[in-house]
């Protein structure tokens, strides 16, 4: 997606209004520190409020109120003692809201009661994201409010041809942070990924529900990359894209209670795209449920990819109800555009208890890397039944350069 040269200007006006705005109310954007202004509510023994609308939020939702909400937070941040940001009710519009740390208040909460919408005009996000909460440490997001992208405006600039990874901002991303919660809250309608939780630890996203619409571009509802100890859980997510991508550099992500549908799944990658990743260790995806997607269980790598591991994955308990790919690996992600053998090695893998319905008649694909086969890989009580329209072929598994062990029930039958 290329901007235009008079969306571009546009862009650096805006910048320079914002950095001249900041310079008259006594703040540094270099450190993003804003001064404190009157307005804050305390009550006794009770963390102090912060209320967005006392530092210039408008709920109209025309005003743009991202400094306002930047000045909130570093209000809040750097008092003593307990603090809530609170986005009241009422609908917010804002371009890109930094949150930065680290922060002196402890705890440290975010409650957004009304609804957040993002501004429409791409110029207005120049860092790949809408709301960055970043190097901060024990802060919660949570409320009954939403947070709505609106990249209906936007998605028709996410394609070049059949290419759809253009990058479209980022709803909502953790980046560097520690030990931090979202969780009760709705996002809608990303530009680009819903969530993305980047570079941190100890990240824990409950009870949210992401939705877009099954054919938007590149919408995953959480993308996670060189991040350690996450958990997704007890989330309803439906996109156009993957509802949980799990990239490269994790390490101990957890995902359990997620419905997920319409989009393509739980899918591990896809690895190997870019010189320098690192490797996926320990993945485990429990209780789901995968509803109308293209994929269900996946595994994703890149041909010609750099050598990298994937090892200690699980899913296990899920429910596939008309899925094309219920359970798949897939080391030729890509190779319309690339050549040669993806060098990710596969291994230690566990497919258990998987039951439901395949609208395709390959229910199980195992499509390995001749260069690096797949190793360990298990698959135990699999019932997978046929619910599509085609009349050809049957019924069955496919197997390239793996060597599984079955147990249990097997439906479709075992690779021969």
Not at 116 to 134: C, H, N, P, R
Not at 155 to 180: E, I, R
């Amino acid at each position: 997606m290329a901007l235009t040269k008079g969306i571009k200007i546009k862009a650096a006006l805006l910048l320079g209004l914002a950095l001249v705005t900041l310079g008259a109310e006594g703040a540094s954007f270099g450190t993003r520190r804003v001064l404190a202004e009157p307005g804050a509510a305390t009550t006794p023994g009770a963390a102090t409020v912060f209320d967005i609308t006392n530092y210039g939020a408008k709920p109209d939702s025309r005003t743009e109120s991202a400094m306002a909400m930047i000045r909130a937070w570093n209000a809040a941040c750097k008092s003593s003692g307990p603090a809530k940001l609170v986005i009241p009710n009422g609908e917010f519009r804002a371009g890109e809201v930094v949150f930065q740390g680290p922060c002196t208040a402890k705890p440290l909460t975010v409650e957004v009661q009304g609804t957040l919408l993002a501004q429409t005009d791409l110029s207005l996000f120049t860092s790949g994201f809408w709301i960055s909460i970043e190097h901060v440490e024990g802060v919660e997001i949570l409320g009954s409010g939403t947070i709505n992208g609106q990249g209906e405006a936007s998605w028709k600039f996410a394609c070049a041809g059949m290419d759809c990874s253009g990058v479209l901002p980022v709803s909502l991303v953790f980046q560097q942070a520690k030990n931090c919660t979202m969780r009760d809250m709705t996002v809608l309608n990303g530009k680009g990924f819903h969530t993305k939780v980047l570079e941190s630890s100890d990240i824990k996203l409950e009870n949210l529900t992401i939705v877009a619409p099954g054919d938007s571009p590149n919408t995953d509802g959480v993308h996670i990359s060189r991040s350690q100890n996450v958990r997704v859980t007890n989330t309803v997510i439906g996109t156009g894209d993957d509802c949980i991508s799990i990239g490269e550099g994790n390490t101990n992500v957890t995902i359990t209670q997620v419905t997920c549908g319409p989009g393509h799944g739980i899918s591990i990658g896809s690895l190997g795209k870019r010189p320098g990743e690192t490797d996926v260790k320990g993945v485990t995806v429990r209780n789901c449920t995968i509803n109308g997607t293209t994929n269900g269980a996946r595994i994703k790598s890149y041909h010609k990819s750099p050598k990298l591991l994937a090892t200690g994955i699980i899913f296990e308990d899920i429910i596939m109800e008309n899925v094309k790919n219920p359970i798949i690996i897939d080391q030729n992600y890509g190779s319309g555009k690339t050549g040669g053998q993806s060098n990710v090695k596969i291994s230690d893998v566990h497919f258990t208890n998987i039951r439901g319905t395949s609208v395709s008649k390959v229910a199980v694909s195992l499509s390995c890397s001749s260069s690096v086969p797949c190793e360990d890989v298990e698959l135990a009580d699999i019932d997978l039944t046929f619910s599509g329209l085609e009349s050809k072929g049957s019924f069955s598994s496919l197997c390239a350069n793996v060597k599984p062990v079955f147990s249990g029930v097997q439906n479709p039958a075992a690779c021969p």
